[in-house]
């Protein structure tokens, strides 16, 4: 479950699985517990104690989550398979999505739009902007929505590539290449002088690791870090093969 309201605290609590209970950010705050009663009963008293410093929690925005995997034959009231859908995969922390996978089909659709929203710039020939111009413009606008927190995203490399798929179609449109007219990627990434978007979500992620190792012992990512390594060898893992991920230890 999950809280986010004001709170400021000196160190952050840590369950007895070594399970940050609480992280912040600017004005949001998350509370963890292993069950919801705690919340339920924080939520109750926040509102009064944080008025003390002039903090007031919008019950209106305050999320309850239960994160959790299904059963893998769990059906809900219409017969459809929960595994895979549940819930807290469309909820929104800090603009993502928790469900890397759900997030990364959003951040898609937005870059879409970002990018048809100024296609006079990308399309029009009347409008004169220099090819070097036009990819300036498109790093500016469109890839820096795609790639919005993308440190965070832990899929699969087919799932990646529909980003990279993304980028190269938005790139043969800027540079007016169509069929028949063909183009290698790699021709492409040349000439519009660019690195595939998954090179730069793997060096993204590289630098959010190095963050979290060089952050205090008592902060939120580093104890979640090391719960995520050491304190969680007792829960039962996925079943199947090794699911490949661009950090894998």
């Not at 104690?49 to 893998?72: G, M, P």
């Not at 832990?154 to 183009?183: E, F, M």
């Not at 090179?199 to 952050?215: D, N, T």
Request: charged content about 25%.
């Amino acid at each position: 479950y999950g809280i986010m309201h004001l709170s400021f605290v000196d160190l952050t609590p840590v369950s007895d699985r070594g399970i940050p209970l609480e992280s912040a950010y600017a004005d949001d705050a998350e509370l963890l517990s292993e069950d919801g009663q705690s919340l339920t009963k924080i939520l109750e008293i926040a509102s009064d104690i944080l008025k003390d410093w002039s903090l007031f929690v919008n019950e209106s925005k305050t999320v309850f989550t239960r994160v959790y995997l299904a059963e893998t034959d769990a059906l809900d009231d219409h017969g459809n398979k929960i595994r895979g859908n549940e819930e807290w995969r469309d909820t929104v922390l800090l603009g993502s999505k928790l469900c890397s996978e759900r997030d990364i089909a959003s951040r898609r659709n937005k870059a879409n739009v970002a990018f048809y929203t100024y296609k006079k710039v990308w399309l029009d020939s009347s409008v004169q902007i220099s090819e070097c111009r036009k990819l300036k413009l498109y790093e500016a606008l469109v890839t820096s929505v795609l790639l919005y927190n993308c440190s965070s995203w832990a899929v699969t490399d087919t799932v990646l590539a529909s980003v990279d798929v993304l980028q190269r179609k938005h790139l043969r449109q800027i540079i007016n290449t169509y069929w028949p007219t063909v183009i290698s990627n790699e021709n492409l990434y040349k000439r519009c002088n660019v690195t595939p978007l998954t090179v730069r979500i793997k060096k993204a992620r590289w630098k959010m690791l190095g963050h979290v190792l060089r952050s205090g012992d008592d902060t939120p990512a580093y104890l979640s870090f090391r719960f995520a390594c050491i304190g969680c060898s007792d829960i039962k893992g996925r079943l199947g093969r090794l699911v490949r991920h661009y950090l894998t230890f």
